[in-house]
Each structure stands twice: as structure tokens, then as C-alpha cells.
């Protein structure tokens, strides 16, 4: 019965997470390029029963064979990259990948970041950014007198200034990819970053190598679909209400044989 309050509690520990996961799922439902989160499940270490048992020749089928479980932990909390639906918005500076790959970030401590695109802004350096001011790799620089910017499918960047009539390229966006994206370390502002669990990044160009394209004036909205949530987070307080009736009946048993007397 001891045994009994442990595993539940490890069930009550592991659903909670995982409603906790679910929450920030739903709370992100409209946000722009959110990928969703899941949490997996394993047993925790199963060990030999038979010494809660009496003989094998009294105990039957229960004999020396008898395994208990200790409960349930977590394996991993991973995002999964299904691409989320576009969207048309017509801005020159909104940009969404279509199929596999990821932009590259340059992060102030020099180190590398990765985003499924989103809404870029000019930075103070003059440079192509994301919202949150992080230039993208290559440097492309857009200067103070464009009048409009073209992004093709392939990734190459087009500008046209004041007083010309045909734009000019200043530079090439390519993707990555990686083997295991799902291991990759989300960094909030729609960035992660590499991990080992993630594989180093592959470079490629768009549309090439089995990257994805660049889609300007669209947006990748959220992969969190609402009812699939709802129904998870329903199986989950119905699971966390099992685990709380096992642990009120091993209490009960508990007082029980507390109030047996000779």
C-alpha cells in the first residue's frame, strides 16, 4: 500500500506536467509559427515481487515470475514540426517556409539561432532581421531608400531604390535542416537552438537537396489543432483523477490497519 501512494504519486507528477504542456499548447493556438509540444512517457523500473509473496507452491501463478512496476516518468518533452497552415498578409516583410528547413539567426553572443520565419523588420545596422532585431545569416543589408523588396522561392533577395527602375540582388537566403528537428532547444521568440539531440545544422538552398521554398507576404500560423487539445487535455485530468482515487484508497487501507485492534 506504501508502494501504491509512491506510484500514484509519479502519475500525479507526470500528468501534471503533461497538462501543464498541454496549457501552453492551447495558450500559443494563435500564435505565429508556434510549434507544438509533447510529452512522453516511460515505466519506471520494474523490480521482483516475490518476496511480497508467500512460497511458489503456495502462490500459484503469482510465484517467483511476479513483477511491480514503480510508476510512470517522463522520457522527453518534444516539439513536433508539422507545418502549420499559411496565411496571406501581403507584407513584404512577412516570410514563411514551405516544406522542410529553417532560417538561420545571428545571435549577440555570436552563436547561431533557427526560426520558421515570421514578420522581419530593418534592424539599427541596416541589416534583414527578425522582429525581435536578430540578423539573418547571410548579412543582407537593405538600405535606407528601398522601395520594395522581392523574395522568390529559391531565396533570392531583390531590392529596388529610389531613381532605379530594375531591382537589384543583394543576397541569397538559404535554409537548414536538421536529421532530428525535434531535439531541438526552443528558445522562445519563435528561435531554437542546436542540441545534440537535434544532429547539426544542413545547409542547402531553397527548393533544393529536399529543403523547403520561402513564401513572402505569408505567415506560418500555429500546428496546434484545438479539438486534438481538448480531447488530450480531457485524458489527462481523467487519468490524474484515477491516480488521486488510487492514493485516497491506499490511505483509506492505510486506516484501516491503523484502526485494528488486538
Given at each position: 500500500?506504501?508502494?501504491?501512494?509512491?506510484?500514484?504519486?509519479?502519475?500525479?507528477?507526470?500528468?501534471?506536467?503533461?497538462?501543464?504542456?498541454?496549457?501552453?499548447?492551447?495558450?500559443n493556438?494563435?500564435?505565429?509559427?508556434?510549434?507544438?509540444?509533447?510529452?512522453?512517457?516511460?515505466?519506471?523500473?520494474?523490480?521482483?515481487?516475490?518476496?511480497?509473496?508467500?512460497?511458489?507452491?503456495?502462490?500459484?501463478?503469482?510465484?517467483?515470475?511476479?513483477?511491480?512496476?514503480?510508476?510512470?516518468?517522463?522520457?522527453?518533452?518534444?516539439?513536433?514540426?508539422?507545418?502549420?497552415?499559411?496565411?496571406?498578409?501581403?507584407?513584404?516583410?512577412?516570410?514563411?517556409?514551405?516544406?522542410?528547413?529553417?532560417?538561420?539567426?545571428?545571435?549577440?553572443?555570436?552563436?547561431?539561432?533557427?526560426?520558421?520565419?515570421?514578420?522581419?523588420?530593418?534592424?539599427?545596422e541596416?541589416?534583414?532581421?527578425?522582429?525581435?532585431?536578430?540578423?539573418?545569416?547571410?548579412?543582407?543589408?537593405?538600405?535606407?531608400?528601398?522601395?520594395?523588396?522581392?523574395?522568390?522561392?529559391?531565396?533570392?533577395?531583390?531590392?529596388?531604390?529610389?531613381?532605379?527602375?530594375?531591382?537589384?540582388?543583394?543576397g541569397?537566403?538559404?535554409?537548414?535542416?536538421?536529421?532530428?528537428?525535434?531535439g531541438?532547444?526552443?528558445?522562445?521568440?519563435?528561435?531554437?537552438?542546436?542540441?545534440?539531440?537535434?544532429?547539426?545544422?544542413?545547409?542547402?538552398?531553397?527548393?533544393?537537396?529536399?529543403?523547403?521554398?520561402?513564401?513572402?507576404?505569408?505567415?506560418?500560423?500555429?500546428?496546434?489543432?484545438?479539438?486534438?487539445?481538448?480531447?488530450?487535455?480531457?485524458v489527462?485530468?481523467?487519468?490524474?483523477?484515477?491516480?488521486?482515487?488510487?492514493m485516497?484508497?491506499?490511505?483509506?487501507?492505510?486506516?484501516?490497519?491503523?484502526?485494528?485492534?488486538?
Amino acid at each position: 500500500m506504501f508502494d501504491a501512494l509512491y506510484i500514484s504519486a509519479t502519475g500525479m507528477q507526470a500528468q501534471q506536467l503533461n497538462v501543464d504542456t498541454i496549457a501552453n499548447n492551447l495558450a500559443n493556438v494563435n500564435t505565429t509559427g508556434f510549434k507544438k509540444s509533447k510529452v512522453g512517457f516511460t515505466d519506471l523500473m520494474v523490480r521482483e515481487a516475490a518476496r511480497l509473496m508467500p512460497s511458489q507452491e503456495q502462490a500459484g501463478i503469482l510465484g517467483g515470475e511476479s513483477r511491480l512496476g514503480a510508476g510512470v516518468g517522463i522520457v522527453s518533452v518534444s516539439k513536433l514540426f508539422d507545418m502549420g497552415d499559411l496565411k496571406k498578409t501581403e507584407s513584404a516583410f512577412d516570410i514563411a517556409i514551405q516544406g522542410e528547413g529553417f532560417l538561420e539567426v545571428s545571435m549577440p553572443d555570436g552563436s547561431s539561432a533557427y526560426t520558421r520565419g515570421g514578420t522581419f523588420k530593418v534592424n539599427s545596422e541596416g541589416l534583414l532581421a527578425t522582429s525581435g532585431g536578430y540578423a539573418l545569416k547571410p548579412n543582407l543589408a537593405i538600405p535606407d531608400n528601398a522601395k520594395n523588396m522581392q523574395i522568390d522561392s529559391e531565396g533570392r533577395v531583390r531590392i529596388q531604390v529610389a531613381g532605379q527602375a530594375t531591382p537589384v540582388e543583394v543576397g541569397q537566403l538559404d535554409l537548414v535542416r536538421f536529421t532530428s528537428p525535434s531535439g531541438l532547444l526552443p528558445q522562445g521568440d519563435n528561435l531554437y537552438r542546436a542540441s545534440p539531440g537535434s544532429g547539426e545544422a544542413i545547409s542547402g538552398k531553397p527548393t533544393e537537396d529536399g529543403m523547403g521554398s520561402l513564401a513572402q507576404g505569408f505567415l506560418e500560423g500555429s500546428n496546434v489543432k484545438l479539438t486534438e487539445e481538448m480531447v488530450n487535455l480531457m485524458v489527462a485530468q481523467r487519468v490524474y483523477e484515477a491516480n488521486v482515487k488510487v492514493m485516497q484508497a491506499s490511505d483509506e487501507m492505510l486506516g484501516m490497519i491503523n484502526g485494528l485492534r488486538k
